[in-house]
């Protein structure tokens, strides 16, 4: 009877708590719905990242078994997405090379070889490696490749000394990661492609700097 009484007497005591217990479970249940649906958001931004993200790798092609060797620079993008380029650069013992001409004369001061390519340009194909220009998904590219027909002391320099080169591409996926490529090494995340204060310029020819 006591118990009963005293339920009367806090009937709306009891209703605040409830309706208070009420309100605090709503707003559990709220955050952990707003909990799960950024992280899904999230998981779907992360995935929508990947299925648009480039890899591009960077490597040297040199063929001299059938008596005419070939040489090139390539480019391919191994990634899910195109690439976007910002950047392009080359460097012979902390020297930067402004074109593939300059880059030839920069290889054979820094190591001593017989010729120096002053005033000459190499034969080559070239093709531009300039900012906003996109490599597909799946494509490969050459910006620079001649044969030991067309040039045999060019031809001898890039093969014994290309590799002691440092080449970077600076290029970024479409959704604003951006990705730093070197010769011969895996692609690597970085914040930002800073744009050259002289860029490279890969399609054309120069005799002399």
Known sequence: MALRKLARENVELLLSIAALVTAVAAVVIALEQTKVMREEAELERQAQRISVMPSVWISTYIN??????EYKLVFS???LGPAVIERFDISVEGQFAKNWDHLARLIANAYATPASFDNMSIPSSRSPISAGMFLEAGQQSSPFG?????????FKLFTQHSHKLK????YCSLFGGCYEAQLFKR???VEQCIT???PFVSHA?????
């Open 167 to 170: 080449v970077s591409l600076c």
């Open 64 to 69: 001299a078994t059938e008596g005419v060797g």
């Open 205 to 209: 020819f120069f005799k002399s700097e």
């Open 77 to 79: 993008n191994r990634g």
């Open 187 to 189: 692609p690597l995340e």
């Open 146 to 154: 001649f044969t030991s027909q067309q040039s045999p002391e060019a």
């Open 196 to 198: 050259a204060d002289t």
